[in-house]
């Protein structure tokens, strides 16, 4: 992986920008935590970085869900029936406003990206615009009703997929070779056709990249098949050559 | 119907199910039912992440109580636009934690005059067996993916609770070599994991 400066900020370390991948993992000392911080408001490109960094940690973290003791439930709902929250204003120390006295402007800021919806249809398309690929990955992990379909053409992988997530986790096998100037193509296959979904690409040690991919469901999903396509993948949008792996949900 | 956060409760609107953005945007207009789903959603994810950093089940159960408090505490202070409320949760989760093993660290520092020992943290090479999930074939399966010192440093960082100085240190490397290799590192696994969206 080659490492490119990304940006000039004001801060006196010149390489400060390379602490995202420390920061989002939560390595980095109080202080440098800081100025990491200031600079990414002069960075926007560190910002976005640091930001889907902080979405692996995430997974990362997610992966050691276990069960937490029951009696754990209790105590935390017991806790929070008897606990004021702070006041949204950070700079403001007033902090004893009520909660339906709160700026509008805050609630504002807040509700764009959770809209409260009104109906069952309005919640179903924002729950689908705010979801993300890790947050899909979560709920089928978790979903009673998640399925595993193994592949029909092709060998290793697997497709795990909840109706009630409309999401589909894909996990890649290898695959197996691939020209130099090609790549493999991810196909969503509805009622409607194929749809590009993603490009993986193979590197020089053999693992391919994304080794998993998640798919929002349409509801008339047929199968997720894979392609071999030139670099960067067919240029028609079309699947050009056979099926290599392909699952049938 | 996306049942984004494993149970069903009407939202404001009387149907449908909230994300935790969702869930974020009532809890900060002190909704404790929203609150109460919220908890249901993440207790796992908070609760195995506090235990694989603490080690100690009591330990995890007092730092996931702590996080839940704070969560409710300040949701008014949420942003969605800086992260998802998945990534704020679990950041939270792990600096809590991560404080938690300082302070018993600290203590024991006190309480100890053989500074050579009591330096030692407990290194993270185990795997514990929990429930298995999909999150964690993916993760593991993208961790074997990095370079062995990328893997160790991310390790290091993330589960043991080091801090980028301390992985240098352990791992007897300059501290640019861990900066980035701890950034490849995640770099890789976010593209393994196909999470960057």
Same mark, same amino acid.
């Given at each position: 992986m080659t490492i490119r400066p990304l940006g000039s900020g &004001? =801060? =006196?370390? %010149?390489? +400060?920008?390379?602490?995202t991948g420390a920061r989002a993992l939560g390595a980095v000392d109080t202080a440098e935590a800081q100025s990491f911080d200031d600079h990414l408001a002069d960075c926007p490109t560190c910002a976005e970085e640091y930001r889907s960094l902080l979405e692996t940690a995430a997974v990362l973290g997610s992966a050691e869900a276990t069960s937490a003791p029951r009696a754990l439930r209790r105590r935390v709902l017991q806790d929070v029936s008897h606990t004021r929250q702070l006041p949204p204003?950070?700079? =403001?120390?007033?902090? !004893? &406003? %009520?909660?339906? !006295? !709160?700026p509008v402007t805050w609630l504002a800021a807040a509700a764009a990206a959770a809209v409260i919806a009104t109906g069952t249809t309005l919640v179903v398309t924002q729950s689908d615009r705010t979801m993300t690929a890790a947050e899909m990955q979560s709920c089928v992990a978790a979903a009673p009703d998640t399925v595993t379909s193994t592949p029909t053409v092709g060998s290793g992988g697997d497709i795990r997929w909840a109706a009630s997530c409309k999401a589909a986790v894909v996990q890649l096998p290898e695959m197996g070779s691939l020209p130099a100037d090609a790549d493999f193509e991810v196909w969503q296959v509805d009622a409607t056709g194929a749809h590009s979904v993603a490009i993986a690409k193979k590197s020089a040690d053999g693992s +391919?990249? %994304?080794?998993i991919v998640t798919i929002r469901m349409t509801g008339t999903d047929k199968s997720i098949a894979v392609t071999r396509e030139k670099a960067g993948g067919s240029s028609s949008g079309q699947p050009t050559t056979e099926p290599i792996w392909q699952v049938e949900l | 119907m996306p049942a984004r956060s494993l149970s069903a409760v009407p939202d404001d609107g009387g149907g449908g199910v909230s994300t935790p953005e969702q869930l974020m945007e009532r809890i900060a207009r002190a909704d404790e039912s929203a609150f109460a789903e919220l908890y249901d959603a993440f207790s796992a994810r908070v609760f195995g992440l506090a235990r694989r950093v603490v080690r100690d089940p009591s330990q995890a159960e007092d730092v996931a109580q702590e996080v839940f408090l704070e969560i409710w505490r300040r949701a008014t202070r949420f942003d969605a636009k800086k992260g998802s409320a998945t990534a704020w949760i679990l950041t939270l989760t792990h600096a809590r934690s991560v404080d938690r093993v300082r302070s018993a660290q600290a203590a024991l520092e006190r309480d100890t005059k053989v500074a050579s020992r009591s330096t030692e943290r407990d290194v993270d090479t185990v795997v514990e067996t929990v429930e298995s999930n999909i999150e964690r074939t993916n993760v593991r399966r993208c961790l074997s993916t990095l370079t062995e010192l990328q893997r160790e440093s991310v390790g290091l960082a993330y589960y043991s609770g080091y801090t980028y100085a301390e992985v240098a240190r352990v791992l007897g490397a300059p501290l640019p070599t861990i900066k980035t290799r701890l950034r490849d590192g995640l770099i890789r696994l976010r593209d393994c994991l196909g999470v960057s969206s």
């Amino acid at each position: 992986m080659t490492i490119r400066p990304l940006g000039s900020g &004001r =801060s =006196s370390d %010149p390489e +400060i920008h390379l602490l995202t991948g420390a920061r989002a993992l939560g390595a980095v000392d109080t202080a440098e935590a800081q100025s990491f911080d200031d600079h990414l408001a002069d960075c926007p490109t560190c910002a976005e970085e640091y930001r889907s960094l902080l979405e692996t940690a995430a997974v990362l973290g997610s992966a050691e869900a276990t069960s937490a003791p029951r009696a754990l439930r209790r105590r935390v709902l017991q806790d929070v029936s008897h606990t004021r929250q702070l006041p949204p204003d950070v700079t =403001s120390l007033q902090g !004893r &406003r %009520p909660v339906w !006295r !709160r700026p509008v402007t805050w609630l504002a800021a807040a509700a764009a990206a959770a809209v409260i919806a009104t109906g069952t249809t309005l919640v179903v398309t924002q729950s689908d615009r705010t979801m993300t690929a890790a947050e899909m990955q979560s709920c089928v992990a978790a979903a009673p009703d998640t399925v595993t379909s193994t592949p029909t053409v092709g060998s290793g992988g697997d497709i795990r997929w909840a109706a009630s997530c409309k999401a589909a986790v894909v996990q890649l096998p290898e695959m197996g070779s691939l020209p130099a100037d090609a790549d493999f193509e991810v196909w969503q296959v509805d009622a409607t056709g194929a749809h590009s979904v993603a490009i993986a690409k193979k590197s020089a040690d053999g693992s +391919i990249a %994304p080794a998993i991919v998640t798919i929002r469901m349409t509801g008339t999903d047929k199968s997720i098949a894979v392609t071999r396509e030139k670099a960067g993948g067919s240029s028609s949008g079309q699947p050009t050559t056979e099926p290599i792996w392909q699952v049938e949900l | 119907m996306p049942a984004r956060s494993l149970s069903a409760v009407p939202d404001d609107g009387g149907g449908g199910v909230s994300t935790p953005e969702q869930l974020m945007e009532r809890i900060a207009r002190a909704d404790e039912s929203a609150f109460a789903e919220l908890y249901d959603a993440f207790s796992a994810r908070v609760f195995g992440l506090a235990r694989r950093v603490v080690r100690d089940p009591s330990q995890a159960e007092d730092v996931a109580q702590e996080v839940f408090l704070e969560i409710w505490r300040r949701a008014t202070r949420f942003d969605a636009k800086k992260g998802s409320a998945t990534a704020w949760i679990l950041t939270l989760t792990h600096a809590r934690s991560v404080d938690r093993v300082r302070s018993a660290q600290a203590a024991l520092e006190r309480d100890t005059k053989v500074a050579s020992r009591s330096t030692e943290r407990d290194v993270d090479t185990v795997v514990e067996t929990v429930e298995s999930n999909i999150e964690r074939t993916n993760v593991r399966r993208c961790l074997s993916t990095l370079t062995e010192l990328q893997r160790e440093s991310v390790g290091l960082a993330y589960y043991s609770g080091y801090t980028y100085a301390e992985v240098a240190r352990v791992l007897g490397a300059p501290l640019p070599t861990i900066k980035t290799r701890l950034r490849d590192g995640l770099i890789r696994l976010r593209d393994c994991l196909g999470v960057s969206s």
